[in-house]
C-alpha cells in the first residue's frame, strides 16, 4: 500500500475537475482577449467562473483577479499594496509562508519599508496584544498574517486582525492558502483587503489562483503586458485553469460540511493513536477549534538517524513533509519550527489529510510509524 498524506503540499486533482477542463481543453482553445466568435466563447468562461468564486466568497466578481497560483497572488498583494500605497511599514510574522516573509525582507533589504514580527508563542498562535501595540506605534501599516500555518495549522483569527487593522488604518493581506474551500469565507464581512488562493490545495490545478483585491484598495499591476484581467495582470489567460478553480471551489462549498467532519475524524484518531508512543509531541494548536482540520504536525522522540525519518517512511510507502528545527547550524531545518521553539533534536513530520484519505490509510501508516520507531529506538 501507498499512501499520501502530504495534502498541504498539494492535493489530487478530483476527477470532476479533471472532466470539466478537459470539456474545455477539447472545444474551447481561442484567446479570450479577441473580438471573434471563439474569443468572446473563452471569455464567457473567465467571467462566469469569476462569478462563481465571487458568489461563494460573498464578494463582487471584479474583485476577483486571477493569478497562476499563491505564491504570484502574494507578491502582487504585498508589493503593490506597500508601493503603490507609499507604506513605510510592514507586520508579519517568522512563521509565514516563505512567499510572504522572502517578499517582504526583499522590500526591507531594498529600503522601502522597515518590517516588524509580531510575537508567535509556542503553538504559533499570534500574540494579539502585540500585534495592537505594533500598530499603535506604526499607524498605517501593511500587514500579512495567514489564515492557517501550513506546517503546524494553527488557525489564526481573522476578524480580530481585521478589527485591529481598521482601527490603526493598516491594510491587512491574509494569505488563505490552506483554508479556501475548507472553511467558508465571507468576503464582504471581513476587514481584509487582500486574499490569497491556490486551486491545487483544494483538490484543482495546479498553476492557477486569485487574489481577492478590496474594490476601497487600488493598486498597479506587477505584472505588465496586455490588458487582461481587466488591466491588472498582463498575459493571456489560463482558462484551463480558471475554469478547473472554480469548480473546484464550488465543489469544495457544497460538501464542505462532510468533509470536515471526516477529515477532523481521521486526524483525531491519528493524534490518540501516536499519543501512545512515549515520547510524541504534537506542534501547534491541538485544540478543533483553534486548529486547521487538515494537518497534523509531529515531534518524534529523539532517535539516531533522525534525518532519516521521512526517508524511511517513505520507504515504506508514506508520503509526508516536514523536518526538524535547525541544530547547530547542521541544517537549515523548518522555519516554522524555528520560529515557536521546537525542540532541534526531534524529528518532525506533518502529516496532511484530504477527503481522499482513509481510517485504514491510518492505520498503515500507523503501523509502519511504530516499526520505524522502535527500530530506531
Do not use: W
Not at 484530504?354 to 492505520?363: A, G, I, L, P
Amino acid at each position: 500500500m501507498k499512501v499520501y498524506f502530504d495534502n498541504a503540499a498539494t492535493t489530487p486533482l478530483d476527477p470532476e475537475v479533471m472532466k470539466e477542463m478537459v470539456k474545455v481543453m477539447e472545444s474551447q482553445f481561442g484567446n479570450p482577449s479577441s473580438i471573434h466568435a471563439h474569443g468572446r466563447e473563452a471569455r464567457s468562461l473567465i467571467e462566469k467562473s469569476r462569478k462563481t468564486v465571487a458568489t461563494l466568497l460573498k464578494t463582487s466578481p471584479a474583485e476577483i483577479f486571477f493569478t497562476s497560483g499563491g505564491t504570484e497572488a502574494d507578491n502582487t498583494a504585498i508589493r503593490c499594496g506597500i508601493i503603490d500605497h507609499g507604506l513605510t511599514h510592514a507586520i508579519t510574522s517568522h512563521i509565514e509562508h516563505h512567499a510572504v516573509v522572502h517578499t517582504l525582507e526583499a522590500l526591507e533589504k531594498n529600503g522601502v519599508i522597515k518590517l516588524s514580527f509580531v510575537n508567535v508563542d509556542e503553538k504559533g498562535s499570534v500574540d494579539y496584544n502585540h500585534l495592537e501595540q505594533l500598530l499603535k506605534d506604526n499607524e498605517r501599516s501593511f500587514v500579512s498574517l495567514m489564515h492557517a500555518n501550513n506546517e503546524l495549522g494553527t488557525l489564526t483569527d481573522m476578524e480580530r486582525v481585521g478589527d485591529l487593522c481598521e482601527q490603526y488604518n493598516a491594510l491587512y493581506h491574509c494569505d488563505t492558502v490552506q483554508t479556501m474551500g475548507h472553511y467558508p469565507h465571507d468576503l464582504s464581512k471581513l476587514k481584509a483587503h487582500f486574499v490569497v488562493c491556490a486551486a491545487h490545495k483544494l483538490h484543482g490545478p495546479k498553476g492557477t489562483g486569485f487574489l481577492y483585491v478590496n474594490h476601497k484598495v487600488k493598486i498597479k499591476p506587477m505584472i505588465y503586458g496586455g490588458s487582461q484581467e481587466r488591466n491588472m495582470r498582463g498575459g493571456t489567460e489560463n482558462i484551463y485553469g480558471i475554469v478547473g478553480l472554480s469548480k473546484a471551489l464550488e465543489m469544495a462549498y457544497t460538501d464542505m460540511a462532510a468533509h470536515q467532519a471526516h477529515i477532523q475524524g481521521l486526524k483525531t484518531y491519528m493524534m490518540e493513536q501516536l499519543a501512545q508512543i512515549p515520547g510524541v509531541h504534537f506542534n501547534g494548536e491541538t485544540d478543533a477549534d483553534k486548529s486547521l482540520y487538515t494537518v497534523l504536525n509531529v515531534s518524534f522522540p529523539e532517535m539516531e538517524m533522525a534525518d532519516m525519518l521521512l526517508f524511511n517512511l517513505d520507504i515504506a510507502g508514506i508520503s509526508a513533509s516536514g523536518g526538524s528545527a535547525c541544530s547547530s547550524g547542521t541544517n537549515i531545518g523548518s522555519h516554522v519550527l524555528n520560529g515557536i521553539g521546537a525542540n532541534p533534536n526531534r524529528p518532525a513530520v506533518r502529516f496532511s489529510f484530504s477527503k481522499y484519505n482513509t481510517r485504514e490509510e491510518v492505520d498503515f501508516a500507523l503501523s509502519k510509524i511504530r516499526e520505524v520507531c522502535a527500530v530506531n529506538a
